[in-house]
């Protein structure tokens, strides 16, 4: 029986689990001031703790990688700028298989395998905003061509500044802190006040609701999925988020174009790992 393993690498925590003959789980936090080198030995610490030999290993990976496996921009971990993150796996990893892609681009594929579809688009809202797109099973672009960049499209050409430079990508718009700092509290206050219906705060989480449903509608006509998920840490924490963005995307709808039903993710803070380990298990 073959045993695979995923990894779900996170700016300050990583998760990893093993399938098949063995099934263990293991995570770990990254030290603050570590440096690449550092952060790869913790890592290889991790993986000899949970033991075994595995067939197929699968990364889910928020810094943007380039086709060589070098990483270009990693806001969380500045320091891992040009680091060549895919020849150091291959090294880790010595003769065996080793695939990675973007968290977003996995949560979708492990949402869309969760729901039973093979065509979604998923969006997560957290402290920035990813997600993916799976047509007939498969993720879009696909391995080697880049992740598919749902935070990075632009909704308002005006509208805010966000960390890449360019202005009114959603993750500006509707990302956690873009949201927290258009209402001006923090996210206690503002999951109270939008449980309270205080008009600064709905006012605040509508428009950014308003926003992942301008995302959702625009990858729609586009890639006509048969169902939109909608996740993340930040819309799990505020009941309802999702169902404000599924009545915005229904309004957006016009004549002949129907937009796809909105459902809430279902995987949780899991969705990552476990969409590398579908990829350890299913290479897409």
């Keep these: 029986m073959a045993t695979w393993l995923g990894i779900d690498i996170g700016g300050t925590k990583v998760a990893l689990r093993a399938e ?19 952060d790869l030995g913790a890592l290889a610490s991790a993986v000899r703790d949970l033991g075994g030999a595995y067939d197929r290993v699968g990364v889910a990976m928020p810094a943007t990688v380039d086709p060589e496996g070098r990483v270009t921009t990693w806001p969380g ?135 992942v449903a301008t995302a959702v509608v625009t990858l729609s006509e586009v890639v006509r999925p048969g169902v939109a998920v909608v996740g993340g840490g930040f819309a799990d924490g505020l009941p309802g988020f999702v169902d404000v963005v599924a009545e915005h995307v229904h309004t957006l709808g016009r004549a002949g174009h129907p937009t796809p039903p909105v459902q809430a993710a279902a995987l949780g803070g899991l969705s990552s790992l476990r969409g590398a380990l579908l990829l350890a298990r299913n290479p897409a």
């Excluded at 956690?176 to 605040?204: I, K, N, Q, S, Y």
Aim: charged residues 25%; contains cysteine; glycine residues 16%.
């Design 77 to 211: 971990r500045p320091s891992w700028d040009g680091f060549a993150f895919g020849a150091e796996l291959r090294d880790l990893f010595d003769g065996t298989e080793v695939r990675y892609a973007d968290d977003g681009d996995l949560a979708a594929l492990a949402e869309a395998a969760h729901a039973g579809h093979d065509d979604i688009v998923y969006v997560g809202v957290g402290t920035g905003i990813g997600g993916g797109v799976v047509l007939d099973g498969r993720l879009i672009p696909g391995l080697g061509k880049g992740s598919c960049e749902v935070g990075h499209m632009v909704i308002d050409r005006h509208g805010p500044i966000c960390d890449c430079g360019r202005r009114g990508c959603l993750q500006a718009v509707a990302s956690g802190p873009a949201t927290l700092r258009r209402a001006g509290v923090d996210f206690a206050d503002l999951r109270a006040g939008w449980l309270a219906g205080d008009e600064h705060v709905l006012a605040a989480v509508v428009e950014s609701c308003e926003a």
């Design 20 to 38: 098949g003959d063995v099934v263990a789980d293991n995570t770990f936090r990254w030290r603050p001031d570590a440096s690449p080198a550092d």
